[in-house]
């Protein structure tokens, strides 16, 4: 027999009322849906009579129902699966999921197909071995609330990423229903309380937000949120815009982050998710709900195309290394042999090549009289105006007006090629335009028209970035990323023009993003590094330390492969955790260099010949602390403060410090691992206090009372 009150629990979470009954055995729940009044009238045993209690609720002006469980979970699935819709949402999720497919593949031929294309990631800093997709769908019946981070570069996989996974959970996970946003699409989103919301309201809107919560804790309906970086907005230039306005959306997902809730956000690998403060933010939150990072490295070019056209490629001459970029591999792996062998007779007009095909496919599809530089012009005055006002997508009433009104000579000039008795009216030209393969015109509702990728919208942005005059461009940083992997297929001398129009603006970035960008785009380092800390850095076949200063700057799980560094250039400077493979450096090392190496390995002596002294404690009185103690203490019980810090990021210990080189704070380190004080936690970057032993911490820093 079903327990009376879990199932009173199951029907009034759903806004069900209980009505009392002459019969024991008989339990009747009743909701008002607009003027319907409904009764499920539930027998708690297989020999119970319900048609009197049926007849009398009909004569009241109920609709009845007869319902007979077996089991209390299978009420609640009953429920679940009639108030969310779970056949018609489930079609409504596919739909979508071949609407957005269509338009990868579709712009370029009419017979190209969509596959998903698997690539190498890592989760939580180890290899993956099934597929991003697969890696997130094994963990959904973890019994712990979890946050899943997806993160890769601008164009690499996000979004593809996250609508396979929707698509995987609404055809094979028959229990669950996922709720799918991309935030790029709603101009809310600053307000990120309000975002969810609106995305909850959005996808169901015949529910309660409340309810929608409620089984989003219970596990059933996983949350996938495409775009997180989207509403970080980090300007550039601006060092105060940091965790701070970020938090805030963190501690609203961490409020559904209970029971058995699971949130995937995809975003792109960003300064702040990588800083101190955010992972002090998880280790407050660590007994509360899992974190699992999963880290999408570039695609591989033999992934996406056929060994024939690969091969063609390459006796083209074609710089594959270059070719990493998604939306140029799906192009070159959809269109078709003729196409496809005009556009390899010349590596170096790939990029304009892609472009101008797409607008001649575009002129064909919707009769447009517009040439194709006519076209670039009209989409590059769109990207013009989201870096002005810092947005990437908005309402197509916004995208219309602005068409309009930057383009009227433009668009009557096209206009005045069509025969007059097949003319089209400005409006409909301009909403041909607005329908623009480049364009995403999938938004329903508030859902914004933007770029129909990353690269695309990258191209624009880079253009927008070069002709700035000043060479001071500062625009908001998001916009970086795609301008440069839009111009890594480029030519050498495109990309310097690149890199010397965004010199200026890369001086205020993160160091990995300072390195990495300057890598891309010159193959060199001519940028000085000091004072920072660079995480999961790879690089091979790069000179460090020939044209710019590196100082003061920790490097933590970097892989250097056959990279030149040169000494004198490099001072108080630390690698923990890094490997060299067949790197070298010059043949004198001068002793004021002040390089150190923490748990790293290499092939060829390469440490050893720049430091063979390991970092060790001092061999003074152990138990006394000397003033770098004290500082490094400090970092986890800062003074004045009653509360302590239980993980800190080693890199941020040594580099923000004007006061200590790295190797006293090294061996006080040391030292404090000795003491026991401080460990090292699982992830190596990191440095974790002993809680058992703060009595003792707080006495040697003078907080005992």
Same mark, same amino acid.
């Given at each position: 027999m079903l327990n009376k009150a879990k199932l009173k629990k199951a029907y009034e979470k759903y806004g069900f009322e209980e009505h009392a009954t002459a019969d024991e055995n008989i339990v009747i729940f009743s909701i008002r849906t607009g003027h319907y009044h409904n009764a499920d009238i539930i027998p708690l045993g297989s020999d119970v009579n319900v048609t009197k209690t049926i007849y009398e609720y009909q004569e009241l002006g109920f609709a009845c129902q007869t319902k007979t469980y077996s089991?209390?979970?299978?009420?609640?699935?009953?429920?679940?699966?009639?108030?969310?819709?779970?056949?018609?949402?489930?079609?409504?999720?596919?739909?979508?999921?071949?609407?957005?497919?269509?338009?990868?593949?579709?712009?370029?031929?009419d017979n190209a197909n969509y596959s998903y294309i698997k690539t190498q990631y890592y989760v939580n800093n180890k290899v993956g071995e099934l597929s991003v997709t697969k890696e997130i769908l094994s963990r959904l019946d973890n019994p712990k609330p979890t946050l899943f981070l997806v993160e890769a570069a601008a164009g690499f996989g996000k979004t593809c990423s996250a609508y396979e996974l929707v698509k995987e959970i609404a055809k094979t996970r028959t229990e669950l229903l996922p709720l799918f946003s991309e935030l790029s699409r709603n101009r809310q989103a600053k307000i990120f309380r309000y975002v969810l919301l609106d995305e909850i309201d959005r996808s169901f809107p015949l529910l309660s937000s409340s309810l929608v919560r409620s089984e989003i804790k219970t596990g059933k309906v996983p949350v996938v949120l495409d775009g997180f970086d989207e509403l970080l907005h980090e300007s550039a230039t601006d060092d105060?815009?940091?965790?701070?306005?970020?938090?805030? &959306?963190?501690?609203?997902?961490?409020?559904?982050?209970?029971?058995?809730?699971?949130?995937?956000?995809?975003?792109?690998?960003?300064?702040?998710?990588?800083?101190?403060?955010?992972?002090?933010?998880?280790?407050?939150?660590?007994?509360?709900?899992?974190?699992?990072?999963?880290?999408?490295?570039?695609?591989?070019?033999?992934?996406?195309?056929?060994?024939?056209?690969?091969?063609?490629?390459?006796?083209?001459?074609?710089?594959?290394?270059?070719?990493?970029?998604?939306?140029?591999?799906?192009?070159?792996?959809?269109?078709?042999?003729?196409?496809?062998?005009?556009?390899?007779?010349?590596?170096?007009?790939?990029?304009?090549?892609?472009?101008?095909? &797409?607008?001649?496919?575009?002129?064909?599809?919707q009769d447009l009289m517009m040439k194709p530089d006519e076209q670039y012009s009209i989409l590059r005055s769109i990207a013009d105006d989201m870096i002005e006002f810092?947005?990437?997508?908005?309402?197509?009433?916004?995208?219309?007006?602005?068409?309009?009104?930057?383009?009227?000579?433009?668009?009557?000039?096209?206009?005045?090629?069509?025969q007059p008795e097949i003319r089209p009216t400005t409006d409909e030209l301009i909403n041909k335009l607005t329908s623009h393969a480049l364009l995403d015109r999938k938004g329903k509702g508030n859902q914004g028209i933007g770029f129909v990728n990353e690269f695309v919208l990258g191209n624009f942005c880079a253009d927008n970035i070069i002709d700035n005059l000043d060479m001071e461009w500062d625009g908001d940083k998001r916009f970086i990323a795609p301008a440069i992997q839009s111009y890594l297929p480029r030519s050498i001398e495109e990309k310097e023009i690149l890199w010397e129009s965004l010199k200026f603006v890369l001086e205020f970035i993160s160091g990995f993003d300072k390195l990495k960008y300057n890598f891309d785009l010159t193959g060199q380092m001519r940028i000085d590094l000091i004072g920072e800390t660079v995480e999961e850095l790879v690089v091979s076949n790069i000179h460090l330390g020939n044209l710019a200063t590196i100082k003061d700057t920790v490097f933590i799980g970097c892989k250097f492969t056959s990279c030149h560094f040169h000494i004198p250039k490099i001072k108080n400077t630390t690698f923990i955790n890094c490997d060299?493979?067949?790197?070298?450096?010059?043949?004198?090392?001068?002793?004021?260099?002040?390089?150190?190496?923490?748990?790293?390995?290499?092939?060829?002596?390469?440490?050893?010949?720049?430091?063979?002294?390991?970092?060790?404690?001092?061999?003074?009185?152990?138990?006394?602390?000397?003033?770098?103690?004290?500082?490094?203490?400090?970092?986890?019980?800062?003074?004045?403060s009653q509360t302590f810090h239980k993980h800190r990021a080693i890199g941020a210990i040594c580099s923000q410090n004007k006061m200590y080189p790295h190797y006293e704070i090294l061996q006080s380190i040391e030292k404090l691992k000795k003491l026991s004080y401080l460990s090292v936690p699982d992830k190596r970057s990191f440095l974790e206090i002993n809680i058992e032993l703060i009595g003792d911490i707080k006495t040697v820093l003078g907080k005992a009372q």
């Open positions: 089991s209390i979970a299978e009420v609640e699935f009953a429920l679940f699966s009639g108030f969310f819709n779970l056949d018609a949402t489930r079609r409504r999720l596919l739909r979508d999921y071949k609407e957005f497919t269509d338009s990868i593949v579709k712009i370029h031929s105060n815009n940091s965790f701070e306005t970020t938090e805030p &959306m963190l501690e609203t997902i961490s409020e559904l982050l209970t029971d058995r809730a699971k949130v995937v956000l995809t975003t792109r690998r960003t300064a702040i998710l990588d800083g101190d403060q955010f992972h002090q933010w998880m280790n407050n939150h660590e007994n509360d709900f899992d974190v699992i990072r999963l880290r999408i490295q570039e695609p591989c070019i033999e992934d996406w195309l056929p060994l024939e056209r690969l091969n063609k490629i390459i006796e083209a001459g074609f710089p594959i290394e270059n070719l990493s970029n998604p939306v140029l591999l799906s192009f070159l792996r959809c269109i078709s042999d003729k196409e496809f062998s005009e556009v390899t007779e010349d590596s170096t007009q790939l990029v304009d090549k892609y472009f101008n095909s &797409m607008m001649e496919r575009e002129r064909k599809r810092d947005y990437t997508s908005e309402t197509r009433e916004y995208i219309y007006s602005l068409i309009f009104e930057s383009n009227q000579e433009l668009i009557e000039k096209a206009r005045k090629r069509y060299f493979y067949n790197c070298e450096t010059d043949k004198i090392v001068s002793e004021e260099a002040n390089i150190y190496f923490v748990s790293c390995s290499d092939n060829n002596k390469f440490i050893i010949n720049i430091n063979p002294e390991l970092v060790t404690s001092t061999e003074e009185d152990e138990e006394v602390l000397n003033k770098s103690d004290i500082y490094v203490l400090e970092k986890f019980y800062p003074r004045g």
